[in-house]
């Protein structure tokens, strides 16, 4: 397949997989947002091949640099079988658990297309115009990789508003189910494939989650943000003493109802905002053994990252003092645009204005099957901080 040439207006100096529009010397005839194209030096020379869209501030999201790999079939297969390959043959989750990322994104080589295992249910989320033309391509390698499995498009609407490109048609001819129910370590989840936020569930948790456990047996435990139960649920099934969830979202919460259920444990699941309900334990002086707090993305966009750095240091204030002295907190940010050394000089901040001192003795990411990239490092975006919490005394 012959692809349309553009080219690039200056020299470009990094392995970046993103060239974003600034840089691009567009053509003058419009190519459809999602374009294939061949990419080109402003002196001419072969620089790679990718997706094309000029609606996109993200003008190029390169797929290759080798000038012997074309764009066809064959390429996205292998792409895929070594995205398994890592996941089974090196990382062995399968032995563990039915549910993993499949493809992260630009560390799989796969900019703008992430891909989730559920069982024997495959969702795939497109993030960039050009899969819709390829999406054929993605399902046939799939199904050859995976046979027998179920394969689904989702779609995120405003994605496709940014991309200026319609995913419906592709979304209907891959329709997902409503749930199904997945297997980690011990814990089984059901996962609601139409209202859940993203592909459905939080893979990037898996390890988190497990380590948590090894801190709750007969503790008391906080999980706030809990969406779907799995911080809240894992600790009961460690033998933790009692487990609260917190969420706003009450989908969520009625699915994670379903999940306490299906573990055969209790836990309270609270339709309340997070910063209410610890204000309200700040008031009356309670506390609980171990407090989780893994809220949602809050810095989407390089606008957003200065409220986030706000939001981050008032709710780990209310959340450290809800840990008993002595207790574990394990504080999260999914926000990409937070540093970990940003996130950890909020943490410094908020203990000094809680009135404690964290003991930290454990800072982790996203379980393994996120991994990221050197030419990538924005696709290291989870931190997840394990500490103790003490009370901090002044000395007279």
């Known amino acids: 397949m012959e692809l349309s040439v553009i080219s690039l207006k200056a020299k470009r100096n990094s392995l970046h ?70 996941r089974e043959e090196i990382l062995g989750i399968h032995k563990t658990a039915n549910c993993y990322r499949l493809v992260h994104g630009e560390a799989d080589g796969l900019s703008g297309l992430i891909i989730d295992k559920f069982a024997d249910v495959f969702v795939v989320e497109p993030y960039s115009a050009g899969y819709v033309g390829i999406m054929k391509w993605i399902i046939l390698s799939l199904q050859s990789l995976y046979p027998g ?72 435990v906080l999980d706030c943000f809990c969406y779907t139960g799995g911080f809240a649920i894992s600790a009961m099934l460690a033998g933790a003493r009692s487990a609260t969830g917190i969420d706003l979202d009450e989908k969520a919460l009625e699915t994670a109802q379903e999940n306490a259920q299906l573990n055969s444990v209790k836990v309270a699941f609270q339709h309340i905002n997070v910063f209410d309900y610890l204000r309200t334990m700040n008031g ?59 996130f950890l000089s909020i943490l410094t901040r908020s203990a000094s204005e809680a009135g404690v001192v964290l003991q930290i003795f454990k800072i982790t990411g996203a379980s393994p099957d996120h991994p990221f990239s050197t030419i990538f490092p924005e696709g290291r975006y989870l931190k997840a901080v394990f500490a103790r919490v003490f009370p901090y005394t002044k000395k007279e």
């Open 17 to 86: 997989p993103w060239i974003f529009n600034r840089m691009i010397r567009h053509p003058q005839n419009r190519l459809q947002p999602g374009t294939l194209v061949e990419v080109i030096s402003k002196d001419g020379a072969f620089i790679g091949r990718g997706i094309y869209n000029y609606k996109s501030n993200i003008g190029i999201r390169l797929l290759t640099e080798n000038i012997s790999e074309l764009l066809d079939y064959e390429f996205f297969f292998k792409k895929l079988e070594q995205a398994k390959l890592l």
């Open 149 to 220: 499995s179920r394969i689904a498009v989702r779609p995120d609407e405003r994605n496709a508003a940014k991309e200026g490109v319609d995913f419906s048609r592709v979304a209907k001819d891959y329709p997902c189910p409503d749930s199904v129910e997945v297997r980690e370590n011990l814990l089984r989840m059901k996962v609601n494939l139409k209202t859940g936020h993203k592909t459905g569930f939080f893979l990037d948790q898996r390890e988190n989650r497990l380590m948590l456990t090894q801190y709750c047996h007969e503790k008391e």
């Open 284 to 342: 009356k002086g309670m506390q609980a053994d171990v407090v989780i707090l893994d809220p949602a993305k809050l810095a989407g966009c390089t606008e957003e990252i200065k409220r986030a750095h706000r939001t981050y240091g008032d709710i780990n204030r209310l959340g450290m003092q809800a840990v008993r002295p002595g207790g574990i907190l394990l504080t999260c940010s999914c926000s990409g645009l937070v540093s970990e050394r940003d």
